[in-house]
């Protein structure tokens, strides 16, 4: 089997084209130890006529998307020439996703995140109050959250410090609050400047992670939403920078580098 590694914003992918033969469950959780396998964050799966994209962690479970993995993903299929088209329509778990080839050297995919979806019933919050601003109690701090659905439920804090642990404590209390009936992302976000903005997001299911490209897009609709920035501006993560932008539709698009690190081939002893 041939195996190849790939790196996009802090998390490391291993990729393979798919064979019916293969339990993928199992062989993620033997691939992806960092002691015993070759390691990696996930394992990813390309499934060709049609492009489709199947995605392990590294308990074995299956993912339904991820905007890295998607990333490496276009980059698999474009360096061998499984589609030589530059946009390119991807079966996931989520439904089709499109992704353009924004640029070959280095590689730098264009990401249409779609548009934000405000509706409480979008984020599996029962009531009718309005959830982007909505004033929420954890025990004696008061906290206005911004929340809405792209591509996943997601709730938006900003900061004064971005690294206030005070602050950074709460996610996984927030991340699930009763008011969510399906758990939300944790984004906190500090301005910089008006183009300009600090990110660190957590998720119930992984905790504190290198901010990914929906984690970004979500900050930015916050962000021009309330007036804090407009046009185009850059997301500081703990490792690299994105940059998202809003078309004159309302969509939010995302360009995301990703780097090859290696091939080799795997056989089990």
Known sequence: MKLTKMYVSGE????TEYNNLIDYSS??????????????????????????MFIYDDMGKREVFNTNAITCFAKYVFDNEISKQRELTILTGAGRTKIEVAAE???????NLEKPNFNNRMIYVNDSIDSFGRVIRLNDTLLTIYSFNLLGVNTIIFV??????????????????????RKTDVIFVKMIDKKHLRLKCYKPSLGFINATASACGAAYIAASKLGYTRGKVTCMLDEGEISPEIDKKGNVFVEIPAIKICECDYEEE
């Open 12 to 15: 490391d992918f291993l990729l």
């Open 27 to 52: 062989l993620a959780i033997k691939l992806l130890n960092r002691i015993k396998g070759i390691g990696a964050n996930r394992l990813i799966v390309v499934k060709n006529n049609p492009l489709e």
């Open 105 to 111: 050297i280095p590689f730098v995919a264009r990401l």
């Open 160 to 181: 004064d410090n971005i690294d206030d642990n005070n602050m950074l404590d709460l996610a996984p209390e927030i991340a699930n609050h009763k008011l969510f009936n």
